[in-house]
């Protein structure tokens, strides 16, 4: 074997050492870009897991309208929403029409058409999109809240997950403030008598669906100081008209569907015209959308506002 000479052999060991350095910049500059990543990056803890989230994420797909109203709160609007295909619901939501595409119903959401948005963070429902979670999560970050049956406390526990989500937790926190003194001012200006029970519920042609002390309007009403007249788990009771009059309310809050009712058909029945409700002229129909579907921040100061102008009215 020849030997290699001194010269060479520096050469050699000179080379050795620039590689050796140029690997370890190359290793740091790896650290260094997967710590970048982490501080660009939020995780955030939701029904189904924790999500990692890009930071101040801006094109943001929500399915249900509750979402619309959080981001609304946060001075912020989706780039997609599953609006059943309802632009005008929408804007009677926001109050203004805004640039948005429809990614189809509440549910069954088109996939196709949230992929096409290229989105940086989805936001779904626990209950109806929970089967198909992954499917969401291919396409971009997706957290899974409470929105559907979700009672009014549930709903604010969204309304700051996803304002972590998006990097607005202070200004979150500001306007839960703002959000508080707003009830407690409806509450003091409330004329009713606290002690009287009022059941809110959705009439449509064949069903009277009580929303009960868990739903989203059953609890909010509670924190205006009115007690629900049917205290339940959960958040929905389907009832007829022998059960409504064993219950009795003081005041009925309606929220009807288009088209033919089912109180159409009570009406006529003494059981209707004995409730309480009904000889005192306490029964009231109310916006379907602003009271059963939209639920937020927003939206319950919207019903605050409603409650407070129907029961004072003399």
Partial sequence: MKKIKKGKLAIIYAIISILLVLAGCGSNQDSSKENLDNKQKVTVQHELGKT??????????????????????????????????????????????????????RQQPNLEVISSLQPDLIIADYQRHKEIYKDLEQIAPTIELK?????????????????????????????LDEHEKTIAELKNELKEEKDQTVLPAVVRDTSFQAHTSSSFDGE???????????????????????????INPDILILANNEGKLLTDEWKGNSLWKNLKAVKNDKVFVVDRDLWTRYRGVVSAEAIGKDTVKLLNEE
């Fill in 220 to 246: 909010f009403l509670e924190k205006l100081g009115l007690k629900n007249a049917v205290q339940n788990k959960e958040a929905y009771a389907e009832m007829n008209l022998e059960q409504l009059s064993d």
């Fill in 147 to 175: 929105s559907r049956e979700s009672t009014y406390e549930e709903n604010v526990d969204s309304f700051k997950t996803i304002a972590k989500a998006v990097g607005k937790e202070k200004e979150a926190n500001q306007r």
């Fill in 52 to 105: 990692s989230i890009p930071k101040n994420p801006k094109k943001i797909v929500v399915l249900e309208l509750s979402f619309v109203d959080a981001l609304q709160g946060l001075g912020m609007k989706p780039i997609g929403i599953a609006d059943d295909n309802k632009t005008d619901m929408i804007e009677k939501l926001v109050g203004d029409k805004i640039d948005y595409t429809s990614v189809g119903t």
